[in-house]
T-cell receptor, first 111, second 114 residues
């Protein structure tokens, strides 16, 4: 059983559209991280959220940490083909070191 | 800019064979970990280490051994490979809690067990 549930599992959209992916849990986290992984490579950190209700922006990407610190979302505005990849949420290491990642959302942006 | 280096990148084993996946980092990170990635399962933690001489089990440790004799190296050993261990393996390192917890990953090692 995954501690972190990500949805949807797959998302395919046209360039210019918006998308949101979700990371949910019944557990409370002191921090959550979002990574992006491209084919044949390891994941790369996008952001760490640490405060309930926090919103962080990274160019066209907006990350939100739920008020109760049990969930997070990633919103991409005007998606581009370069946004294609596997988006993974993970408990930050400020939590238990033993925790694993969510299963991820595979995002495909068609030109 | 080596970062985290994993070898080999590809390996094919027969059931019952043993092998070691190598992982080295040059960032003087205290925390190192091994994950396996399978379709639809995300990254599952196998073993981790918070410093030289200290290792602990993650979510899926069975069939794997690790050791941490130096800060730089964290090899993962498969003692008797099974087809269920066919996967892509990632090594990661981090400064840990003091460093904000960012994990730096290697490029992965794709293992096939026949």
């Amino acid at each position: 059983t995954q501690l972190l549930e990500q949805s949807p599992q797959f998302l395919s959209i046209q360039e210019g559209e918006n998308l949101t992916v979700y990371c949910n849990s019944s557990s409370v986290f002191s921090s959550l991280q979002w990574y992006r992984q491209e084919p044949g490579e390891g994941p790369v950190l996008l952001v760490t959220v640490v405060t309930g209700g926090e919103v962080k922006k990274l160019k066209r990407l907006t990350f939100q940490f739920g008020d109760a610190r049990k969930d997070s979302s990633l919103h991409i505005t005007a998606a581009q083909p370069g946004d294609t990849g596997l988006y993974l949420c993970a408990p930050g290491v400020s939590n238990d070191y033993k925790l694993s990642f969510g299963a991820g959302t595979t995002v495909t942006v068609r030109a | 800019n080596a970062g985290v280096t994993q070898t080999p990148k590809f390996q094919v084993l027969k059931t019952g064979q043993s092998m070691t996946l190598q992982c080295a980092q040059d960032m003087n990170h205290e925390y190192m970990s091994w994950y396996r990635q399978d379709p639809g399962m995300g990254l599952r933690l196998i073993h981790y280490s918070v410093g030289a001489g200290i290792t602990d089990q993650g979510e899926v440790p069975n069939g794997y051994n690790v050791s941490r004799s130096t800060t730089e190296d964290f090899p993962l050993r498969l003692l008797s490979a099974a087809p269920s261990q066919t996967s892509v393996y990632f090594c990661a390192s981090s400064r840990g809690r003091q460093g904000g917890g960012e994990l730096f990953f290697g490029e992965g090692s794709r293992l096939t067990v026949l």
